[in-house]
């Protein structure tokens, strides 16, 4: 997993692996203790589309899951916490 400290934000790259839970409860808290801003970052690829669907409809489908597994973890790690965050998904290319 990948943290970064950019000007007052915590940026935490997860995949919603145990691990990546374990590095983002990690930046929760030193984002808690430093006062500072936290961005999470889920980063995915598109690798082959399936069937007859295009980039676009792979891409929300991607992203959508992403929000929902995103929304498990707010509720079990960041609805107690009083710090301000964002969740963001990039694609990336080979």
């Given at each position: 997993?990948?943290?970064?400290?950019?000007?007052?934000?915590?940026?935490?790259?997860?995949?919603?692996?145990?691990?990546?839970?374990?590095?983002?409860?990690?930046?929760?808290?030193?984002?808690?203790?430093?006062?500072?801003?936290?961005?999470?970052?889920?980063?995915?690829?598109?690798?082959?589309?399936?069937?007859?669907?295009?980039?676009?409809?792979?891409?929300?489908?991607?992203?959508?899951?992403?929000q929902l597994k995103f929304h498990e973890v707010e509720n079990e790690l960041?609805?107690?916490?009083?710090?301000?965050?964002?969740?963001?998904?990039?694609?990336?290319?080979?």
């Amino acid at each position: 997993m990948i943290l970064a400290k950019m000007e007052g934000t915590i940026l935490c790259v997860i995949d919603f692996s145990d691990s990546s839970r374990k590095t983002l409860q990690w930046a929760i808290d030193n984002a808690c203790q430093m006062k500072s801003r936290l961005t999470v970052l889920y980063p995915y690829r598109l690798k082959k589309l399936q069937n007859a669907e295009s980039a676009f409809e792979m891409r929300k489908k991607i992203e959508d899951e992403a929000q929902l597994k995103f929304h498990e973890v707010e509720n079990e790690l960041l609805s107690h916490v009083q710090i301000p965050y964002e969740f963001k998904t990039e694609v990336g290319f080979l």
